[in-house]
């Protein structure tokens, strides 16, 4: 007997093609409309050359960058302290083609119209392919308004923050080409009650903003702890105060910065974050002294925008591999798109998915704006209304994109797992749930029309007599103070899917807007796939599935 006649069992078919080499950007049409309806489209080339790379060679350096994590050497072979981390070159390489992109400065280097909508669009091309190296690009992006408080620490540093070179060398700021910036603000016994905080800091002369101090202390956690410098917090005698605290001191010797250890975490696994001490660490005070939460707050709200753009793009990446697959994948001889339950399942997939991405970018139209008082009053209250919303409804509806792949959705063979593990962390990063939730009641009672500013926005309903509805009662909700924290969470869900709901009936895709609001303000299902009767889900879902523009 030949045995070797049965050594192939079956011949492979009805398997999906690989996406491999696909143009992130060209294959999102929800993406290009969005960005052109807020002046972002000036960038399409560009857009497009980044989606081009984000969807080829991104995409593979991101599965290598989390197949090698980060690994911390304290020490050199002689016995010396170094507190490096390594990081495999994939890591590098997608450093390097996100700051040459300018994510972390271009709106600030180029300050026209649609900036912020499109830097955000290249960070959701670029988090689709790698999330973990986005920590490290966000708070270089967002520490600019705050060290421009202090204008001689700017001028030293924001050339090098500002530069399209990435240059991950571990030397003084002086002979860098370039610079990323961490920050460093929890600590174990606080969390996000910073002003728990036990870190000191002791002047080295006269003491004030721009002058410099010895830190001592500790940092639960410091993500990216290889950026040059940190924007940190520590009490004086005045309070707690914002300080810039480099790696390197000016003598070119290492700073009194030490890490204690990497955190095993459950995802983002391609960033390094840590636990740090400060053994009298130089720093430089940034803004007024005892004012180091309001220093530090436009920065915390340019990150948890980036929180947005951040589980927008997890959910679009989640949606464009469930799409593609049941585009191919037959099922009792049909291919899966075709079949009613899964067409119901993908097209509400897909507005949850566009949703997010509106609310992302109408975001970065008001950041473009923030001049106007308008704008201003929008972007404190919905940073932290969509920071809140979005990160909490990505892990589900991810967990439901790995579901339409089946098992081959559960392996790391796919890019599935990799983000859904990512999912919970923008949730929980820059203030958790109940933290966003309190902030929005803050904002809506401490500040001069902000609850205006919001209705003012929402209108009355733009035609719609669901959403008018939908509307009336929010503002009846609000006018009741009874018991407002322990209903902020509803409030802000409420919040969120009215502006929604507004934006996709403002942008004029009929087909879209029914079916956000018959779903999301009608009372249907609690999980993804219950659309009510009557919607178009077929052009939902070829309006979601890659290729479709």
């Not at 860098?176 to 996000?192: D, L, P, S």
């Not at 899964?342 to 949703?355: F, I, K, R």
């Not at 209903?487 to 919040?495: H, P």
Request: with cysteine.
């Amino acid at each position: 007997m030949n045995l070797h006649a049965y050594a192939e069992t079956h011949e492979v078919t009805n398997q999906v093609p690989p996406l491999d080499g696909i143009n992130l950007y060209r294959s999102d049409l929800p993406l290009q409309e969005w960005v052109r309806r807020y002046k972002g489209d000036w960038a399409d080339a560009e857009l497009s050359a980044y989606g081009e790379l984000a969807g080829g060679p991104l995409m593979q350096a991101g599965f290598l960058a989390n197949e090698n994590k980060p690994q911390f050497k304290s020490h050199d072979r002689y016995g010396h302290r170094i507190d490096l981390v390594e990081f495999h070159p994939a890591y590098h390489e997608l450093m390097g083609a996100a700051i040459a992109a300018g994510i972390p400065s271009a709106p600030w280097t180029d300050p026209r119209a649609g900036a912020q909508v499109a830097r955000a669009a290249t960070m959701y091309l670029h988090n689709q392919a790698e999330s973990g190296t986005s920590c490290p690009l966000t708070m270089t992006y967002a520490c600019v308004p705050a060290i421009k408080l202090q204008p001689d620490v700017a001028e030293q540093w924001l050339p090098k923050i500002l530069s399209r070179q990435y240059d991950p060398r571990n030397l003084p700021i002086e002979q860098k080409t370039g610079a990323t910036i961490g920050m460093a603000m929890t600590e174990k016994q606080g969390g996000t009650d910073v002003r728990a905080n036990t870190t000191r800091a002791y002047p080295v002369g006269v003491g004030g903003p721009g002058q410099s101090y010895e830190l001592v202390g500790h940092k639960w956690f410091c993500s990216a702890p290889m950026c040059d410098a940190f924007l940190t917090l520590a009490y004086t005698d005045k309070g707690l105060s914002c300080f810039l605290l480099p790696r390197h001191r000016p003598d070119g010797s290492r700073n009194q910065f030490y890490i204690q250890r990497l955190k095993n975490k459950l995802g983002n696994w391609a960033n390094a974050s840590s636990e740090i001490e400060y053994r009298g660490a130089l720093a430089w005070m940034i803004g007024e002294e005892g004012r180091g939460v309001p220093t530090i707050i436009e920065m915390v709200s340019l990150t948890r925008f980036d929180c947005m753009i951040g589980s927008s793009s997890l959910m679009r990446q989640a949606l464009t591999q469930a799409t593609h697959h049941c585009a191919h994948r037959k099922v009792g001889g049909r291919v899966l798109a075709e079949q009613p339950l899964m067409q119901n399942v993908l097209a509400d997939l897909a507005l949850e998915s566009e949703a997010a991405l509106a609310l992302t970018l109408r975001m970065g139209k008001a950041l473009d704006n923030a001049h106007d008082e308008q704008e201003d009053k929008f972007a404190r209250l919905v940073t932290a209304i969509g920071k809140y919303w979005i990160c909490k409804r990505a892990p589900a509806m991810i967990n439901e994109a790995q579901e339409c792949l089946g098992g081959a959705g559960y392996v790391e063979d796919t890019i599935l797992p990799r983000l859904y593990r990512e999912a919970p962390v923008n949730s929980i990063w820059e203030g958790s749930g109940n933290v966003q939730c309190l902030d929005v009641l803050r904002a809506l009672s401490k500040e001069a029309g902000v609850l205006d500013a919001l209705f003012a926005e929402l209108g009355e309903g733009h035609g719609d007599a669901r959403l008018a509805a939908h509307i009336q009662r929010l503002q009846t909700d609000f006018r009741n103070t009874d018991d407002i924290q322990y209903r902020a969470r509803q409030l802000t869900e409420d919040v969120a899917v009215a502006l929604q709901a507004k934006l996709l009936l403002e942008a004029g895709n009929t087909t879209v807007s029914d079916a956000f609001i018959a779903s999301r303000l009608d009372g249907h299902g609690r999980v993804y796939g219950t659309l009510p009767r009557g919607l178009d889900v077929e052009a939902l879902v070829a309006r979601a599935t890659p290729n479709a523009g």
